[in-house]
């Protein structure tokens, strides 16, 4: 007997925003397929019970072995997907080298665009689809030390006022998730990074770096961020997403979110760089 529930697959649930979504939607009656890039997060997720292997956008051979998998369970549906997995790090833009803002791009864009793509032959056949994209009030309103984070997210948006454009017609939605501050482990996930690639003592901006980048970075059981909202906010509007026939373009989530997004509209550049340089 086939299983009644709507199918989705979520990427990036191993904490934060994927995973409560994960649990979210399936106490939704949804049926969902959870993915980590690492087996034991996928064991834990399994343990929990839900459905959970292994898809890194980094690994074209294994997306394509996770999409077969899904299709397999499900007897070649989907209804939706939704691209969660990302990371960033803190970094003036003239220390981040090149490999860095490839590697940020291959898991935060590319990866995204091609999971997609393997996607879009069933969304087309079975003649409908949700794609929705985690993007970020870093989408639209750039912070200073954020660069390689800002400029993936900045392209997500690009990307997906575009796809949205080209599927005019059809009942296959794009939609962006716009978060702000969410609590989540995306510090303590940005420290391999920011070691890898950052050397501070030789940077121009080292002050500002020992300063305010470094004990924020590092900060163990500090104050959440002003505004700051607990995953299940986003989880909400996932939902919201997910279930209206014609879903919003954006789902504007936490209050700093709102608010820039409002500014941008009305302040001239120049007056919303003075405001976001502050920041």
């Keep these: 007997?086939?299983?009644?529930?709507?199918?989705?697959?979520?990427?990036?649930?191993?904490?934060?925003?994927?995973?409560?979504?994960?649990?979210?939607?399936?106490?939704?009656?949804?049926?969902?397929?959870?993915?980590?890039?690492?087996?034991?997060?996928?064991?834990?997720?399994?343990?929990?019970?839900?459905?959970?292997?292994?898809?890194d956008y980094e690994d074209q051979a294994g997306m394509e072995a996770a999409v077969a998998e899904v299709l397999s369970r499900t007897g070649g549906t989907l209804d939706a997907v939704f691209n969660?997995?990302?990371?960033?790090?803190?970094?003036?833009?003239?220390?981040?080298?090149?490999?860095?803002?490839?590697?940020?791009?291959?898991?935060?864009?590319?990866?995204?665009?091609?999971?997609?793509?393997?996607?879009?032959?069933?969304?087309?056949?079975?003649?409908?689809g949700r794609i929705l994209m985690n993007s970020s009030v870093l989408g639209f309103a750039a912070l200073r030390c954020r660069a390689p984070y800002n400029s993936t997210k900045f392209a997500m948006e690009g990307w997906a006022d575009t796809f949205r454009l080209e599927l005019r017609g059809s009942d296959i939605h794009v939609v962006l998730i716009e978060p702000g501050p969410i609590t989540s482990d995306i510090r303590l996930k940005s420290q391999p990074h920011f070691e890898r690639w950052i050397d501070p003592a030789k940077s121009v901006h080292k002050a500002a770096y020992e300063k305010a980048v470094i004990p924020r970075l590092?900060?163990?059981?500090?104050?959440?961020?002003?505004?700051?909202?607990?995953?299940?906010?986003?989880?909400?509007?996932?939902?919201?997403?997910?279930?209206a026939k014609r879903p919003k373009a954006r789902y504007r989530i936490t209050t700093p979110t709102k608010m820039f997004a409002a500014l941008k509209r009305i302040l001239p550049t120049r007056a919303l760089d003075k405001i976001l340089g502050s920041v």
Excluded at 3 to 32: E, F, M, N, Q
Excluded at 223 to 232: C, G, V
Aim: proline share 6%.
């Design 1 to 55: 007997m086939s299983d009644p529930r709507k199918t989705i697959l979520i990427t990036g649930c191993s904490s934060g925003i994927g995973y409560d979504a994960a649990h979210g939607l399936a106490k939704h009656g949804w049926r969902v397929f959870a993915t980590c890039r690492k087996p034991e997060d996928c064991a834990r997720l399994e343990g929990e019970g839900l459905e959970s292997f292994v898809l």
């Design 84 to 128: 969660n997995g990302a990371y960033g790090f803190p970094a003036f833009v003239e220390d981040v080298p090149v490999a860095a803002m490839r590697a940020i791009f291959e898991t935060n864009f590319f990866g995204q665009h091609e999971l997609t793509r393997l996607l879009m032959p069933t969304f087309r056949a079975q003649g409908h």
């Design 218 to 243: 590092y900060a163990a059981g500090g104050k959440p961020d002003t505004f700051e909202l607990p995953a299940s906010a986003v989880t909400r509007q996932v939902i919201r997403a997910l279930d």
